[in-house]
């Protein structure tokens, strides 16, 4: 589905909620600059978090309930409820999120994660993420963060989480991005949810069409109603 750019009158009528942004695996918040300078010049307050085990806490471990915990600290300092935009690992971990607070948001854009997490391709995946951290400890980097990632991640349906959602929901995915094979699915999990593929754009979608994305987040901005009229259902 094409979303069509915001007008002019639709920026000016688009209510300035604050925004929170999730990075995904190996990244840091740093990659939501893009975004942060666009919506920043709307008005919007933004927070990008780093995750456990990314950027500025790149010395702790990742793991699912810290993911949560730090994104909960982030909508909290909101002085309402925020739009949520996660990517890839990000986008999980939102999910989870608004799975267990979803109360505390407006809505949640998930980006490059409309893929069930299993199979044999993950498990290949663990395993090299494994053996390259241990061959390369101390100087292996980040790979740990992988190898912590699958782990916590293990047995998480997002697809649950998805039909268990009132939120509004926005999916986004580049076409070239190997985790959209289970986008259909998501749709059917969550009725309502609107999907945007964005031509020649892969995984990375905000950052490889960094334009293509901030439309669809000043339209979700723009869909979301006041904080007055607010309800979940």
């Known amino acids: 589905m094409n979303v069509p750019p915001a007008t002019r009158g639709q920026e000016q009528a688009i209510h300035r909620r604050p925004i929170v942004f999730v990075h995904g695996t190996r990244t840091s918040s740093a990659i939501w600059r893009r975004q942060v300078d666009a919506l920043e010049r709307s008005g919007h ?8 085990g990314h950027g500025s806490r790149s010395s702790e471990r990742f793991s699912l309930p810290g993911a949560i915990a730090a994104i909960d600290g ?57 053996v390259v951290a241990r ?41 070239r991005d190997p985790l959209r094979l289970d986008e259909r699915r998501y749709l059917e999990a969550r009725p309502g949810a609107q999907l945007t593929v964005v031509p020649r754009a892969g995984h990375d979608v905000n950052a490889h069409a960094p334009v293509a994305f ?18 979940v259902a």
């Open 45 to 52: 307050r933004t927070i990008a978090i780093d995750l456990p």
């Open 135 to 175: 061959t390369l400890r101390p100087e292996g980097g980040t790979w740990h963060v992988v190898t912590d990632m699958l782990r916590s991640l293990a047995g998480y349906s997002p697809l649950e989480d998805l039909r268990s959602t009132a939120v509004p929901v926005w999916l986004v995915n580049g076409s």
């Open 74 to 130: 982030a909508v909290e300092s909101c002085s309402e409820p925020p739009l949520l935009v996660g990517l890839s690992l990000g986008g999980y971990a939102s999910l989870a999120y608004t799975r267990e607070h979803e109360a505390k948001l407006a809505g949640v854009v998930l980006a490059g994660c409309s893929t069930e997490i299993k199979g044999k391709p993950v498990s290949a995946y663990r395993r090299v993420a494994h």
């Open 214 to 231: 901030n439309r669809v987040l000043l339209n979700a901005l723009h869909e979301l109603k006041p904080r007055d009229s607010l309800a």
